[in-house]
């Protein structure tokens, strides 16, 4: 059975640093692409990126490029999520999905339970 | 970048009915488009791919169509457990918009 587990809820306050995790499992973990899709408080959906484990490929959208570092782990199956510098608007619900093919045109399949990012001083 | 716009915002419907979710992209996408649902507090679902496709598992009640700019989502009959928001994404350039959503309640 493919899943996506995500890491549990964080509260931050500006300015702090933050990692979340998205473990693959029941799957190929290096051939499929993983995207993280952020939704803010109430709001849509956004893309913010995606990654091919197998060799770390990243690509982001414009308007998340340099805000946040996307990679993964391959041997350890997981993809991650990172800032270096919180903002309270950062605060939303962050879902990582599996795409559904091993190129990058296909629709997300799976997705992880989602974590729930607070950042407040 | 390509912009999804979905019509209408919110629809009231009633159980039985059937209802149409429309998505416009800003420029062609060929059939590069899926439809999700979601419900609150869960993840999204993914109902339909490449615009007409019926992901596995999913009710052969929920159908899509189009090709190029302009797409539709059909719930044929609408079901209680379908009342949720509806998002349609696009696949064809790096980065993959959403549509704003469509909420489907209760009338």
């Known amino acids: 059975e493919v899943q996506l587990v995500q890491s549990g809820a964080e509260v931050k306050k500006p300015g702090e640093s933050l990692k979340i995790s998205c473990k693959g499992s029941g799957y190929s973990f290096s051939i499929y692409w993983i995207a993280w899709v952020r939704q803010m408080p109430g709001k849509g959906l956004e893309w913010i990126g995606i990654i091919y484990p197998g060799d770390s490929d990243t690509r982001y959208s414009p308007s998340f490029q340099g805000q946040v570092t996307i990679s993964a782990d391959k041997s350890i199956t997981t993809a991650y999520l990172q800032w270096s510098s919180l903002k309270a608007s950062d605060t939303a619900m962050y879902y990582c999905?599996?795409?559904?093919?091993?190129?990058?045109?296909?629709?997300?399949?799976?997705w992880g339970q989602g974590t729930l990012l607070t950042v407040s001083s | 970048d390509i912009q999804m716009t979905q019509s209408p915002s919110t629809l009231s419907a009633s159980v039985g009915d059937r209802v149409t979710i429309t998505c416009r992209a800003s420029q062609s996408i060929t059939s590069w488009l899926a439809w999700y649902q979601q419900k609150p507090g869960k993840a999204p679902k993914l109902l339909i791919y490449?615009?007409?496709s019926l992901q596995s598992g999913v009710p052969s009640r929920f159908s899509g169509s189009g090709s190029g700019t302009e797409f539709t989502l059909t719930i044929s009959s609408l079901q209680p457990d379908d009342f949720a928001t509806y998002y349609c994404?696009?696949?064809?350039?790096?980065?993959?918009?959403f549509g704003q959503g469509t909420k489907l309640e209760i009338k």
């Open positions: 994404q696009q696949y064809n350039s790096n980065w993959y918009t």
């Open positions: 999905a599996r795409l559904k093919g091993n190129i990058e045109n296909y629709p997300l399949d799976y």
């Open positions: 490449d615009a007409s």
